[in-house]
Structures are given as C-alpha cells and as structure tokens.
C-alpha cells in the first residue's frame, strides 16, 4: 500500500498547511455548490431565534426535491405515524424544528455528493451509515434519534471535500487503495495537512452545523472507548460506520459491549437497509 500512496500522493496538490486546505475547500465547496443554498437558508432560520416552523417551511420548500424528502421522511417506519402526513408543513409539525432543521441540512448537503464513481460510493455510504446511526440511537433512547441520522449522512463529508480538491487520483485511492483505517487518515494528513473526519468537521463548523453533529464527524474514526460515554453520538456514528462498511458485528463487539447493544441488536440494525434506502432517495 505505501508505494500505491506515494505514487499517488506525486499527483495530488498537496497544501503547506492545514489551514490552507480548510480555506481551499470551503472556496471550492461554495464554486461547486457542495453546500448549496436551500442549505444556507435553513441555517438562516435557525440562527434567528424569532423564526417559526413557517420560516422553515418556506426555506425548505425553496427546494422541491428537499421537501419531499422530508415529506417522505415523515411517513415513513422512522417515525411509525398511525396516519400519513399529506403536506410538508404537517411533516414539520411532525417532525418538530430542530429535527426538521437537521435532517433538511444533511439530505441538502449531501444531495451534492452523488453523481457517479468515488462520490457515488460515499454518498450511498453516507445514507446506509444515517439509516443505522439513527436505529442505534433509538435503541439507545437517544432524546434526538434525527441528529444522529444526519451525523451519519454528514459523516464522510471530508471525502466529497477532498474529491473536489484532490480530484481523480484521490478518488482512484478511495476505491483501490487497500490498508487500515488509520494508514489511510495517516496518508490524507500528509497530502491535506487533514484527515477526511477533521477537515469536514472544520467545514462544518463554519457553515454553523450543530456542536454535537460536527463531533460525531471529527471523532469517528478515532474515539477510544473510554471516551464513549462522554461522546455518545461521536460513537453511535463510529458504530454505524464500521457496521455499514463491514456487515460483521463480531468485529465490532467491543463498541458494540461499551455502547450495552446486544448481539442480536447489531443484527437488527443493518437489516432490510434497502428499504429505509429507497425511502431517503424516493424510489
């Protein structure tokens, strides 16, 4: 693997620091609109304590595609409503704002990443990751079971960041490289100055994504597991990263264990993806 890395490590640009890489990829984000506008008009709303349900409703609806996937969101076995929602202002009341807010920010952001190739396999890794982050944290009783779905759709967004600054050899290491987790952060870190979890982190944060969402992104490769209660969204997110990407929950039986899931609840969590999958995209 290392002289894969190097050889393709000659033909990426390589920044001088890390700040620089932050500054270039959130110009080449706005250029592409990798975090697009019907985005920047929900944090608009949100960071205005005087807004309501229907400042959210319009900022969403500014969007069509976005509002029906709230729509569908809504009706679906995420929610398990006795009765179906017929409009999006029904989903937001639904829904409630905060979840609202960011299951729209995680599906406008990561609806940029999925055209073909290198970003379509993250994409579609981002939403099975949303899909099980969001069934652990109910098992979990977690209070906002939304937050930690999008913590999962947002958590490889460092990958479609680097895609647009490294381009294809960056993309042809994605998908061909082989090696352990931490030989590829280590190789991403001294091509960006960044790993793919802190560098989309620090975009985040800049675009005024939540706290705890953009901690789940920083962290899930690298929390300990004496840290895991202490940061319980970070590990739901690791847990359904590494459970999307393997399908083996035996590898995981130490998070698995500090989280207290079950075996058989490991189990549970990656069955029939596919159908939540076509829910989020609308098939």
Known sequence: MLNDIAALGEELPVAAHAEETV????????????????????????DDPDSSLMDLEAAVSSDPSLSAQILRIANSAFYGLSRRVGSLRQALFVLGFEATRNIALGLAVLARGGASGARRAVWRHSLRTGIIAHRAARHLRVDDAGELMVSGLLHDFGKLLMLELGGPPYGEALTTLLGSDEERLTWERQLFGHDHATLGAACLEHWAIPGDICEAVRLHHELALEAVA????????????????????????????????????????TEDIAGEEAVLLGL
């Not at 984000?29 to 985005?39: N, T």
């Not at 690791?238 to 393997?246: F, H, P, V, W, Y």
């Not at 264990?257 to 058989?264: F, W």
């Open 230 to 269: 202490e940061h319980l969204p970070a590990a739901v997110v690791m847990l359904a990263d590494r459970l999307e990407q393997s399908g083996d929950p035996g590898e995981l039986a130490p998070l698995a264990a500090t989280l207290k899931l079950a075996p058989k609840v490991l189990h549970a969590l």
């Open 23 to 46: 500054v270039r990829a959130l110009r080449r984000a706005e250029e592409v609109e990798l975090f697009p506008a019907a985005a920047a008009r929900i944090l608009a709303v949100a």
